[in-house]
């Protein structure tokens, strides 16, 4: 993830970085600046256009590309937006944890200093899951931030069983565990459901066709002057959509990611604090 002062807007806006999606869309953009111009050089100087396509007609659909990214990118931002939630919620929980165990059960417990230690790396397995990147140290074959939870679950079956520890107490401790994997499974929720394909390709496909089609709407008007209009065009509406895509999956490497593995830092660090 980015970090940036918001308030520093004039200085943003001459800023690029790798994810901008100017850098991305240049070729595209200069293919469809040529294409534009020989729609021109075609109507004004070989055909002789003298009228131009209905440019209401566009106008609606412009209205209605608007309406179509407004919800596409308020749909990937709340994506964003939960997917954040559900790592305050892993701090909170990992820290709730560490703490229950380290005050509430003895030093003379078995496992004690491994319990606490897994704590703060069911985060770190969690991150990796999310990536599809199996943390070395695990096998390879099995869904490891349940393996992390299981051994979680183990210990403190056998703190009831051998060291007899109240019901009071395993419960207290039990519901910071459960939140451990209702996390999880929000975050697999979250990666693993996308935007439906149909409707993602259809906003891929009206944007084409309303950028291919404007030039022979507006060339009358504006002539040659109709390509930095088109490119304007399409910088805006396919940069809505690129972001949207970007963020609709929040938990990689991406600039626009959630700042995962500050997080997971964090949850390192507070934990690596409070040990006995």
């Given at each position: 993830m980015v970090i940036y002062n918001p308030k520093d807007w004039f200085s943003l806006i001459f800023k690029f970085h790798k994810s901008d999606t100017f850098r991305r869309l240049l070729w595209v953009m200069l293919a469809v600046a040529a294409y534009t111009a020989l729609v021109v050089y075609l109507e004004l100087d070989i055909?002789?256009?003298?009228?131009?396509?209905?440019?209401?007609?566009?106008?609606l659909l412009g209205f209605v590309i608007s309406l179509l990214l407004v919800f596409r990118t308020n749909t990937a931002?709340?994506?964003?937006?939960e997917g954040r939630k559900q790592w305050g919620a892993l701090v909170n929980a990992s820290r709730n944890?560490?703490?229950?165990?380290k005050n509430l059960i003895p030093n003379d417990a078995p496992e004690k200093e491994r319990f606490m230690e897994l704590v703060p790396r069911y985060s770190f397995v969690l991150r990796y899951h999310l990536r599809d990147i199996k943390w070395e140290g695990m096998k390879e074959d099995c869904h490891q931030p349940n393996a992390v939870a299981n051994e979680l679950y183990r210990i403190l079956g056998r703190w009831m069983t051998e060291y007899k520890i109240s019901t009071e107490l395993m419960l207290a401790i039990e519901d910071e565990l459960k939140e451990l994997t209702d996390i999880c499974?929000?975050?697999?929720?979250?990666?693993?459901?996308p935007i439906p394909y149909s409707y993602n390709i259809f906003i891929?496909?009206?944007?084409?066709?309303?950028v291919m089609t404007l030039p022979f709407g507006f060339v009358v008007e504006y002539g040659y002057g109709i390509i930095p209009i088109v490119l304007f065009t399409l910088y805006a509406l396919a940069s809505l959509e690129l972001i949207a895509e970007e963020i609709e999956d929040p938990f990689g490497e991406?600039?626009?990611?959630?700042?995962i593995d500050t997080i997971?830092?964090?949850?390192?660090?507070?934990?690596?604090?409070l040990a006995p």
């Open positions: 055909f002789h256009v003298t009228r131009s396509s209905s440019a209401v007609m566009y106008q931002y709340d994506r964003w937006w944890l560490h703490l229950k165990v499974g929000a975050c697999e929720r979250i990666r693993k459901t891929k496909k009206f944007i084409f066709a309303y991406d600039a626009n990611d959630l700042p997971v830092d964090t949850i390192a660090e507070n934990t690596k604090e």
